[in-house]
């Protein structure tokens, strides 16, 4: 690692070569137990105001936003972009029930009727007649959500990049950011969420969170595909396509499908974009299905596959979505629970402020509903996610096996990661040979976890909504 020195007290280190230029702050403490990375307000700087300021336009910050706004708080949201939707980072696979629950309009969706699973010598097919799962027009998804925040009373601020949080006696009391002129100005708000993703920024430079060292690596070309069948979606595991990963088809209407492959580092030292860029002669069986398919559009990402950060809030300040690790990690699936999770911090956040008390331990409400609701889950994601990252082909052949006996909607259950006791019996009964393998144990486990969980069932029946819906 090559640090740095960059401005008094500070030290930066180069962190990930997908993004040559992206530095990423260590946070200095002092002899004191000081963060030395706060910053004093500027005088000449113009400072404004918001009750709720959300760092970030993806999915979590406009949810958010939405939340914050629909519970009675001035709210203003900042983007370092000049687009909301633009650049898209991401695969846009999703599923139609939280859709329909999120009131996403069915226009900006695409039904999957067929999911095929492919491995080097083995391949299981799920037929929907009822699809369940779909492929979101990011763009749109992302614009609809924007613009339900500003119906009830959210400013978003496009072009406007935030350099850190501002933190006085323990408490994030706004931000240092740009304005769409590139001119310095400051934020002041009583509660600051970090709808950031994966770079963290207010979270990480507040001293809440390290940065993310295990990381998906994702390169994906949008394509016009004329020959691609436009209702099946492919998943293809194996070393010769994606090592530690995997690769995707996602078809999402129009003729257009996005094909990706996204990689876990550093699980294994290897570039998604040279895999992406060989992908059919490694897969020549796919070539007839891309044949006269063209890319308009090359997407690059990263997603945290470490698992939830250990704290979401601190004193002023909450973190939601990718920056908090609220991802599944067991396919890289972030922006349903980005969502979510942005609308929990949202009414979190405009509650605290209509009470008077932006303290940790009053927005840690947000991180005890979300944990109640989604932690279990995304635990299990995370361990199943840290065994199948090192299968061998032949294992990757043989446990096909076994999801071939699942029926499609058993096969839906595990990729959304809807672990239940039902669906882990049912894994079990069918397949019975299971039980005298790893595989087996390993689901025996997961099953115990659920029976010394019977207290977070409880606590979840009666939890806050936190929803921010009427
Ligand atoms: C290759 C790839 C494929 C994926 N495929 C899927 C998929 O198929 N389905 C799925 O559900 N999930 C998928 N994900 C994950 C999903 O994209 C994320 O979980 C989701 O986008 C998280 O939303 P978010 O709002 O937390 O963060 P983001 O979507 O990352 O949004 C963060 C926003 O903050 C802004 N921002 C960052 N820094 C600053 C700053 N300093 N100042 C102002 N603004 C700033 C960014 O510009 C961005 O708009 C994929 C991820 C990758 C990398």
Redesign the pocket.
Known sequence: MRQIPRRDGEVYHRTFPLYGHTWKRVILIDSKGNNMTSSTPNMNTPTQTADVLI???????LAAAEAAARTGARTVL????KEIGYPI??????WIADMVALGIPSSLYHPIRHVIFLTPNNAARFDYDKPVCCVLDVRGVYQYLASQAIRVGATIRPG????GPILEGGHVVGVR?KNSLNEPEEWRASVTID?????S?IASRAGLHVGYRRY?Y?A?WDLIAPNYPEDELYLIMGSQVAPAGYAWT?PHGKGRVRL?I?IIRPDVDEDARLYLNTFIERLPQMAPVFAGASPIEY?????PSEGMMQHFVSNGLIT????AGQ?STLV???????IYA?QMAGVTAARAVQRGDTSASMLSEYERAWRTKFGRNLEIALLINKRIAVYTDAKWDKRLEILKQLTPIQAAEIMRGDFTPKLLLGILRRNPGLLSESAGKFLRLLLKKFSNGQQTAEVDSTSTDLTGKP
């Not at 939601?320 to 920056?323: E, M, V, Y």
């Open positions: 760092v970030g336009g993806g999915p979590a910050g900042l983007e370092r972009h980072h991401t695969s846009g696979g999703s406007s990049p935030v350099e950011a709808c950031t993703g994966f770079s920024i998906g994702g994906e996602f990706g996204g997407h690059v990402g990263l997603f939601a979505g990718d920056s991802g890289g699936e972030g922006i349903r629970f980005a942005g």
